[in-house]
């Protein structure tokens, strides 16, 4: 390693946590990450522009016509295939809710030092492209394979380390949880952005499994090493534990804030009367929610539920309220069919995971 190597990961080094005012850092990842704006939360597929986005290091430029997918090391028929190739397999279209693991990274204290994320990392698309098991099945896994690498043509560095993003599965996950390989969004070719040319879209899981500009697949016969499955995405108490892996979403809901919002802090202004109040609920691992409840600071109150449209995308619940003048603080809690229910209060991570906690939304009611 070079002199210089050594100084800029010294000066790559960061804090590994924060409190109170935004770093530098935090607020320039901000500015390249966007979440969704939670007035747009009624649209069963969210419009492609209003879909969060999470991009660790440059978004690549990718010749979209030269990109071939490589199914390459540890397999015993290794081929590659163009993206032209991919549109004339068979094709599937799966409207999928993603969620970034961070989501709601900023309301635990310490916080970690990465982006800082309200609640708004969260969005269903329409996503069209092809199952990836059959492909996998094409290549012959080597014999002892036990599991399947992914990784992008994006590189960069992450606590002084070099790495290609990249992630890894079983092939019983492939195979489970419909594991697609997808060329498009919304019915629209991917964009730079969302991984064009190609992505897989591991439903179910939190984003970080949906490996984006997707360059190889390999096959491995020991333990994925990759650095954003072995150091990163892991839930830990301290930095120095070793942690378990992140994978399946936790249950979780958002509203739509009711009534009309200050511009600067986002609270909220309604009058007196009848409003109904809606918003989403969804969870990992292809469970279903089977309750929302929706509380004005007076009590609980079951919620409707409207069925989603897929078997990995949220659901709507909508419910009548009629406040009287004064001031509330809105509630709004999920439960799947494994009877998981979102916490009141965050469980504290060492790198801001997996915070499903309900979330609160300040409102002011008027005399009408
Ligand atoms: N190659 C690559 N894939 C990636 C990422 C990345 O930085 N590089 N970010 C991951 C994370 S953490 C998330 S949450 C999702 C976000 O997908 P989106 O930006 O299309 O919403 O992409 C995942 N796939
Ligand atoms: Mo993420």
Known sequence: MSYLSDIFKNFSARPDTEDGVFSEDEVRLANRNSGILLETLDHDITPTGLHYLLIHFDVPRIDLTAHRLEFGRGFDAPYSLSVDDIRSLPQQTLPVTLECAGNGRTSLSPRAHSMPWGMEAVGTSEWTGTPLAPLIERAQPGAGTIEISFT??????????????????TLEQIASMDVLLVHAMNGQPLLPQHGAPLRIIVPGWYGMASVKWLKTIEALDSPYQGFQQVSTYRYRDNKNDSGTPVTSMRVKSLMTPPGIPDWITRQRHLQAGPVT???RAWSGDGADIVKVEFNDSLGWQVARLAPSKGQYDWAKWS??????PGEYVLNCRATDSNGDTQPLEPRWDASGFGNNAVQQVDVFVDDA
Request: no cysteine; aromatic share 12%; charged share 25%.
């Open 277 to 279: 109040v809606s918003g």
């Open 319 to 324: 419910i009548e309220w009629n406040p009287a």
């Open 152 to 169: 992008g043509t994006d590189r960069g560095f992450d606590k002084g380390v070099e790495h290609a993003f990249g992630r890894s599965l």
